[in-house]
Structures are given as C-alpha cells and as structure tokens.
C-alpha cells in the first residue's frame, strides 16, 4: 500500500503488549478501549489497566470510559479518569441504559475543559444533541457507531457525511467512525473527511491489501486453497 490516508487510525482494543508495539512502531495515532474490551481482554483491575496504558503512552490520544449508570457516579469516574495524566479522553456514553441523555454531564464536563469521548452514538439528533452541549474550546471526540449502523442495514456513509457538517463550528471537535466492520471502511472514512477511525488489531494487519491488484489478489487466493487442500491432505480420486 503506499496510500497516504488523512484519516487518523486508532487503535481499538485492551491489549497493553500489542497497543505499545503499535505506540513503538508509529502505526496508529491513538487508542481507544471501552469495558467490554477489557473484559473479554480478562482484565480484573479497570485502573490498573489504565495506568499501565497511560505509562506505555504517555503522549499519543487514549480514551477510557465511565461504566456507572447514574450520571452523578459518572461525573465522579470522570473526574477519577482525567487524573491519570497522559493525553487521557473521557469516554461518556450518549445515554445510560435507562435511554437518559447524558447532554447534561456533557455540558458539565466540557465547561470544565474535559478532554471528552462522547460515544456509543448511531444518529444525527444525537450528534446534534452533542454540537449543543459542548464548547467550542473543548477538545471532544464524536464517536458514531458507523458499522453497528450498517449493521441495522442502513448505509453508514451519507450519516457520516452529515455528522462531519454538523462538526464544522467545533473547530476542536473530531469525527470517529467507530465499530468498522472492513478495510473498506478506512477508504470511506477518508473520503468524507472523518478525522479518526477506531480499528482493531485485525483489520490494522490487512490495511497493506488496499490497492492491490486484484487478478494478483485472485491468484494468491486460489493458491492459498490449493496449499491448504494440500496440507490437510484431502483426496476425492486416486488412492
């Protein structure tokens, strides 16, 4: 691949080995993680986690989530998080589980100079919801679940191309596309302008695929069949 992409890629994972390797070798621009990365991660001590996180980087963007459902618990987790030091977001869900905006906390937040993660979110009055609360001065990440999205069967493009609009008088605001289901998703990403993409481990390793020959692409597919026909030892004629 020798695409340059403006879209920054963030990591998206719970991995400490295999998010300072990615610190080391420069490949991505940040990291994200949330409670259900860490725990399918097996992580026991949610701030040990993170201050471990933050000490193997310290410089680059990081973003750990509140998990209370009461909005006075999160404020106080939120204020717990932001005194870890590093270049730490504040990850807010949208709503708690009861559907309760958290627009409140938000505003709260960001008059204070939080460096905030609004996340979880999947449409336009949400995002809209956000652009209100937050002071343009406030570093705020738009985190808009585009592949859970495609997932509803909805195309996800034309709702990220509105959500970037509704970002332009947030000069300090950026745009993730969040949950990306494909290496394609990076492509649009970048074609309509999304600042940040979260990508996980195994979609990071097929990122060298972008803008390969597709007849040699074909090749190496048919290949790979054959091989693993072979090693497996399959027979249907002959003895």
Do not use: H
């Not at 990071?204 to 803008?211: E, M, N, Q, R």
Request: proline content about 5%; overall charge neutral.
């Amino acid at each position: 691949m020798n695409r340059t992409f403006r879209t920054k890629i963030f990591m998206d994972g719970a991995d400490i080995d295999a998010m300072a390797k990615a610190y080391k070798a420069g490949t991505v621009a940040g990291f994200t993680t949330n409670p259900t990365l860490m725990r399918k991660a097996g992580i026991t001590d949610y701030a040990a986690f993170a201050k471990a996180a933050i000490a193997a980087i310290p410089d680059l963007p990081i973003s750990f989530e509140v998990f209370s459902d009461d909005f006075a618990s999160m404020e106080r987790e939120a204020r717990i998080i932001a005194g870890w030091g590093g270049n730490t977001y504040v990850k807010v869900p949208i709503t708690n589980t009861q559907g309760e905006p958290s627009l409140p906390l938000i505003r709260k937040l960001s008059g204070e100079g939080f460096s905030l993660n609004v996340t979880a979110i999947m449409t336009i009055a949400q995002v809209k919801g956000v652009v209100e609360s937050v002071l343009p001065a406030s570093r705020t990440i738009v985190s808009v679940f585009a592949g859970r999205i495609a997932d509803a069967g909805i195309d996800p493009v034309p709702v990220m191309v509105e959500c970037k609009r509704l970002l332009v008088g947030l000069p300090k605001a950026e745009l993730l596309w969040a949950s990306p289901r494909e290496v394609l998703n990076l492509v649009q990403a970048d074609q309509i302008g999304c600042d940040i993409i979260t990508i996980t481990p195994d979609i990071l390793a097929k990122i060298p695929t972008i803008g390969r020959d597709l007849d040699a692409f074909s090749l190496d597919t048919v290949k790979m069949f054959y091989n693993d026909a072979k090693a497996a030892g399959f027979k249907l004629i002959g003895t």
